[in-house]
């Protein structure tokens, strides 16, 4: 899991608006958000999975662990921004090798949004 420093609170949620960069991988969708808490200099994320994705709650679990750990080792510290990631179906099924193939792709191709 991420610090509580890098997570998305659930007030934000409220007035994080419907548009924001899409960036689509093979199995994660990344929704990037410039930085709406200006205290805190870093990024922020949140991973949704629906139960349309993992019908259990044990594989939605276990999907945002690992999509969490991937983000925590490979965003850089200085960006200000706020991701939300939704994973695909295609992401229950994948080895943690080509999830972090994917988040190392999503990554380079996140810019910040205007």
């Not at 808490?37 to 999975?49: H, N, Q």
């Not at 019908?55 to 925590?72: D, G, W, Y």
Request: hydrophobic fraction near 50%.
């Amino acid at each position: 899991m991420i610090s509580r420093n890098h997570r998305i609170a659930k007030r934000f949620f409220v007035i994080l608006p419907r548009t924001g960069t899409v960036v689509y991988g093979q199995f994660l969708t990344f929704r990037v958000y410039a930085a709406a808490d200006t205290r805190y200099v870093g990024w922020k994320a949140a991973v949704v999975v629906s139960k349309k994705v993992a019908p259990h709650a044990v594989s939605r679990n276990r999907i945002r662990r690992q999509v969490f750990e991937l983000l925590r080792t490979q965003l850089p510290t200085k960006i200000s921004l706020m991701i939300v990631v939704f994973p695909k179906k295609e992401a229950l099924a994948a080895g943690s090798r080509a999830l972090l193939a994917d988040v190392v792709s999503l990554v380079k191709a996140v810019t910040i949004p205007q």
